[in-house]
């Protein structure tokens, strides 16, 4: 069952890496790795919405969706075959450039990777299932949606679902029943692919835009520590949502620092169907998604005036898709969010609400990333220790990375103050989650913002 739904994954993959190579306007033979991987995670948010809307207009034929994709697949390789045109010979010789890039770091991460890799499905194995919030949410509903493609729709609405946060987007259960529905059966083997992707695609995300912002040697140190968090195994062979989440989130940062970057409008498009697609996964993807479309819109118009403003208009039509389904799915839901059905009147009043939040948030915050002891504290004094002057291009960057960390703890701040569930209950099962949602956005600003073991190197060099 593992061949067969990393089998069914991969027409979701190819089509998404094809309209990658396609769309960008860099070289193909450049930042290949960073090319995959963005390709996969846009094919993967791909196949849920186009699924999503497929479910609705063909719920008789749900297997029969992969033709569409097949479909998709030919057009854009087409159009990229087109857009090569006479440059094959350029793109031939990629295979001894890639050979020549393979630097003792990048070699160490590849290693890093594949004993991760090894792990994370040795883990996932021991407990096919997944955590709690696993079978009760997320394959609970693509179970509803396997067994009902008639009547999908209401099987979501059912009591028995609505127990479970019934209004949470459908990126993972539109992606794995899609699998299921082509294999012909329900398996534990897709959630554990589709969350092993998600996971090991994470550090991948740092290493290559480090390698891409930096160099090779703070990448791997970024790699090391995303590793090394406890949490990222945790939540990963958890099959929660928490990772494919994070890793939309920090995919839709990563493109707008190369908007801003290159100057490409091609870039903002998929920085703003990331966005969206971390609405579509959960509904604290809705607070990310606000406040990466705020954020990018400020400093685009701080920076580049009135040459910004074609980076928005292709940040708008980023999120069209995405964000459509999102509204389909919320206004078409029976059952409305349980933070809707109360006044937040007297939780906003209680002054002892606002002090408990934040004791468990700063004692969180000190064990970031799920560590027993406060490296939160260690970041800190390192980042101090090896700081590096801030230059006009990463000025932007910090300031968008730490600014966005702050603006969002401060939404789940406020998600806190007025939860109607028990505050200490809330607090004690999601807010690990939520913050390791932030932890590799906060490796990424950590590496941008300290010296690279190359600077340290060239530094006695320069003093000579």
Request: proline share 5%; with cysteine; aromatic share 20%.
């Amino acid at each position: 069952m593992i061949l067969k739904s990393v089998f069914m994954l991969s027409p979701a993959f190819l089509l998404g890496i094809i309209f990658v190579f396609w769309f960008l306007p860099t070289n193909v033979n450049k930042n290949i790795l960073f090319k995959l991987i963005l390709g996969a995670m846009v094919g993967s948010g791909l196949r849920s919405v186009l699924f999503f809307f497929w479910m609705f207009v063909f719920p008789e034929q749900p297997a029969m969706y992969v033709w569409f994709e097949i479909f998709l697949i030919i057009i854009f390789l087409i159009l990229f075959i087109k857009k090569v045109g006479q440059g094959w010979k350029s793109i031939w010789p990629f295979k001894l450039n890639c050979i020549k890039a393979l630097d003792i770091y990048t070699i160490a991460f590849f290693v890093l990777l594949l004993i991760n890799t090894i792990a994370f499905f040795a883990f996932s194995f021991m407990k096919p299932m997944g955590n709690f919030d696993a079978y009760a949410i997320w394959e609970f509903k693509a179970k509803m949606i396997f067994l009902n493609p008639h009547d999908w729709q209401n099987a979501l609405n059912h009591p028995a679902v609505a127990f479970f946060h019934p209004d949470y987007p459908l990126l993972i259960p539109m992606l794995v029943s899609n699998v299921w529905f082509m294999i012909g059966e329900i398996t534990t083997r897709t959630p554990i692919i589709v969350a092993g992707f998600y996971t090991l695609a994470l550090p991948v995300l740092i290493f290559t835009s480090l390698r891409y912002f930096r160099d090779s040697s703070q990448a791997l140190l970024g790699s090391i520590l995303l590793f090394g968090a406890p949490y990222l195994f945790h939540f990963g062979t958890g099959q929660t949502a928490e990772l494919p989440l994070a890793g939309n989130v920090l995919t839709a940062i990563i493109l707008i620092f190369l908007a801003w970057h290159s100057k490409q409008w091609q870039f903002a498009f998929l920085g703003g169907l990331m966005a969206g697609f971390a609405a579509w996964t959960k509904n604290e993807g809705l607070l990310y998604f606000l406040v990466l479309s705020i954020g990018f819109v400020f400093i685009s118009l701080a920076r580049f005036k009135r040459k910004g403003i074609r980076q928005l208009a292709a940040w708008l039509a980023g999120i069209c898709l995405p964000l459509f389904a999102v509204l389909v799915f919320k206004f078409g839901h029976e059952t409305t969010s349980e933070y809707l059905s109360v006044s937040p009147i007297d939780f906003i009043l209680d002054f002892d609400r606002y002090g408990l939040i934040v004791k468990e948030m700063v004692l969180q915050l000190l064990k970031w990333g799920g560590w027993a002891q406060p490296w939160l504290l260690f970041y800190i004094i390192y980042a101090v220790l090896m700081r590096r002057l801030v230059n006009d291009t990463n000025k932007w960057q910090l300031r968008f990375v730490f600014g966005f960390i702050v603006v969002i703890l401060a939404g789940f701040f406020f998600i806190y103050l007025i939860t109607p569930y028990p505050l200490m209950w809330q607090l004690t099962y999601s807010l690990d989650r939520l913050l390791f949602q932030l932890f590799p956005v906060f490796i990424l600003g950590i590496m941008l913002y300290t010296k690279s073991i190359h600077e340290i190197r060239k530094q006695p060099e320069q003093s000579d």
